[in-house]
């Protein structure tokens, strides 16, 4: 089984960075892909970003590509976001996931972080 947990969301102004953080419970980890996901009030829950157990990038989302960069330390059990130049549109609850495979689909879920981009 593993368990996620997202940190590092909060309160910023356009054109500012936060990080991002996934701490992941559970010794199958290093051989999970992972991904971030964003849900805007009101909107469908999007997919930002994936990599996969080896650290090479699935991909981005278009509105993030250039922006965002998503990484992960297998041996600390840890997923990252770096968010630069924040938009307005990039306020949402951000979610890391994790799966065995890259097929649409994730398995484990964190609780998600919020990030809000005020102008």
């Known amino acids: 089984q593993v368990q996620l947990i997202e940190s590092g969301g909060g309160l910023v102004q356009a054109g500012g960075s936060l990080r991002l953080s996934c701490a992941a419970s559970g010794r199958t980890f290093s051989s999970l892909h992972m991904a971030w996901f964003r849900q805007a009030p009101g909107k469908e829950r999007e997919f930002v970003a994936g990599i996969r157990w080896s650290g090479d990038i699935i991909n981005y989302v278009d509105s993030v590509k250039g922006r965002f960069t998503i990484s992960r330390d297998n041996a600390k059990k840890m997923g990252y976001l770096q968010m630069n130049s924040l938009k307005p549109e990039d306020t949402a609850v951000y979610y890391c996931?994790?799966?065995?495979?890259?097929?649409?689909?994730?398995?484990?879920w964190g609780q998600g972080t919020q990030v809000t981009v005020s102008s």
């Open positions: 996931a994790a799966d065995g495979t890259v097929a649409g689909s994730w398995r484990y």
